[in-house]
């Protein structure tokens, strides 16, 4: 059964920074890429970040680059994403997944982890 726990969210100023984790389970994590992706408060689910298992190729939505870094410890099936200079336009619920062909693979989503960027 493939689990996806996230965590690391939470109230931070505009400026500041979080760095969220996702542990993985139930499928290959080593050979697997994995993404990060937000729903910002009455939108559409929305692609943050993505990195490959090979060469670890990364990719970054345009409002990403710069600020988030996507990394992984295979030791320990987690992707981490690091996020700087924070927004209130980044306040949403943050999510990860395991890629197939640049797509979302498994249907079963975390619960995700809350960020709000508000002073």
């Known amino acids: 059964q493939v689990q996806l726990v996230e965590s690391g969210g939470g109230l931070v100023q505009p400026g500041g920074s979080l760095r969220l984790s996702c542990v993985a389970s139930?499928?290959?994590?080593?050979?697997?890429?994995m993404g990060w992706y937000r729903r910002p408060p009455g939108k559409e689910r929305e692609m943050v970040a993505a990195l490959a298992t090979i060469e670890r190729i990364t990719n970054y939505a345009d409002f990403a680059k710069g600020r988030f870094s996507i990394s992984r410890d295979n030791a320990k099936n987690t992707v981490y994403l690091q996020m700087n200079d924070l927004r209130p336009e980044d306040t949403a619920v943050y999510f990860c997944?395991?890629?197939?062909?640049?797509?979302?693979?498994?249907?079963?989503w975390g619960q995700g982890t809350q960020v709000t960027v508000s002073s």
């Open positions: 997944n395991a890629l197939s062909r640049g797509r979302p693979r498994y249907d079963d």
């Open positions: 139930g499928f290959p994590f080593d050979t697997s890429a």
